[in-house]
């Protein structure tokens, strides 16, 4: 079954893009359930979030799908207008325009071996190998410290089943995510790893290219007018509770993932 969201767009009054205007954004395509590609379709409860917000003004949204790192250096030098999905850290609020409602919250959560015996507490931190994915920010402090000894790869799957074969000791991976890559590659990771703690919560955002100036300015601001639309009439619950029945029910059911469409 797949789960589609009609919802209008927003009144002649409130339309902000100009007729046919079209955003051109680039997401990560490995951060599922938030974007990227399922059995090769666009899908996302970030995806459906941006792409209702952008509607909301009145605006199209065309989506580029790359991997998290290229997506990060195309909006730095001003190849791409925004990539999302990304935290509103120090150095991306440094390096990046932000705009201030952030998309959706996310927990990040420490997961270990299945009857990992130790508890996890702020010592671990320094007596452990972690899993990460290149280029993620997981808090400043964790970032820069030199002393935590960290194990690079290319994905959140990548993590988790590290930790699952014992070539790590925890790995961090956003809540939502980890339910999913645990669901959806049990082949890959046999033995599921448990989550032992909290690292940190984070709103996480689109980042839009300094070097686009203006232009990457009312992006911005169309995203914040958009998403502040959604949220009152409604339509941003209903996204998120398709999305959360889909990752509490629907995937292990084999439902397709929901889909947000304009219009209906």
Known sequence: MLTVLCISPASAAEVQCTEGETITLAAEDSFFPYSGLHNGKQRGFSFDIVRAAYAAVGCQLNLLYVPYNRCMEKVENGTFLGCFNTT????????????????????????????????FDQSSYHNARFAVVRGYTYTDEFDQDEKIKKVFVDSDLQTLAMVARGRADYALVYEK???????????????????????ATYGLYVSFSRALGEKAERAAKLLDTGLSHITVNGTYEDIEKAWT??????LADGDQPPLYQVGG
């Open 245 to 250: 029945r889909w990752l509490d029910t629907g």
């Open 177 to 199: 995510v980890a339910k999913y890559q645990m669901a959806d590659h049990r082949e890959l990771i046999k033995q599921l790893p448990e989550p032992v703690s909290l690292h």
């Open 88 to 119: 509103n850290s120090y150095e991306n609020s440094r390096k990046y325009i932000l705009h201030n409602k952030p998309l959706l919250y996310g927990k990040i959560l420490i997961y270990a071996r299945k009857g990992h015996p130790k508890e």
